[in-house]
């Protein structure tokens, strides 16, 4: 059964930062791309991040520079570092995989090409 867990959600001040972890189990780690996703009430999950198995990596617009995504295979986890987290960047984070091979370039970010999920932590930003 494949399993994603996501940790390190909180709240934090605006100019702060968190790191997120999503641990998955029950699949071949190193064959999988890991992307991270948020959602606010009302409004469509987004994609922020994803890393693939070669370590290539993809952003949302508003977090480049801020956001850095990275993995360790041998610990199954995938982190998500936040900093000059802004207001707006609270959401319910959710950890994301599938298959490297049945992600199309340009749709790493797309909800729907993931077909294994986590249940969402969450992180709030006070201003």
């Known amino acids: 059964e494949v399993q994603l867990m996501e940790s390190g959600g909180g709240l934090v001040q605006a100019g702060g930062s968190l790191r997120l972890s999503c641990v998955g189990s029950?699949?071949?780690?190193?064959?999988?791309?890991v992307a991270w996703f948020r959602q606010v009430p009302g409004k469509a999950r987004e994609g922020v991040a994803c890393?693939?198995?070669?370590?290539?990596?993809y952003y949302l617009d508003s977090v480049e520079g801020r956001f850095t995504i990275s993995s360790d295979i041998a610990k199954r986890t995938a982190y998500l570092h936040m900093s000059n987290l802004k207001p707006e960047d609270a959401a319910v984070y959710y950890c994301?995989?599938?298959?490297?091979?049945?992600?199309?370039?340009?749709?790493?970010?797309?909800?729907?090409?993931?077909?294994?999920w986590g249940q969402g932590i969450q992180v709030a930003v006070s201003s």
């Open positions: 994301a995989a599938n298959r490297i091979d049945e992600i199309m370039g340009g749709q790493e970010l797309h909800p729907p090409i993931y077909d294994y």
């Open positions: 029950g699949f071949p780690f190193a064959e999988y791309a």
């Open positions: 890393i693939d198995g070669l370590h290539q990596t």
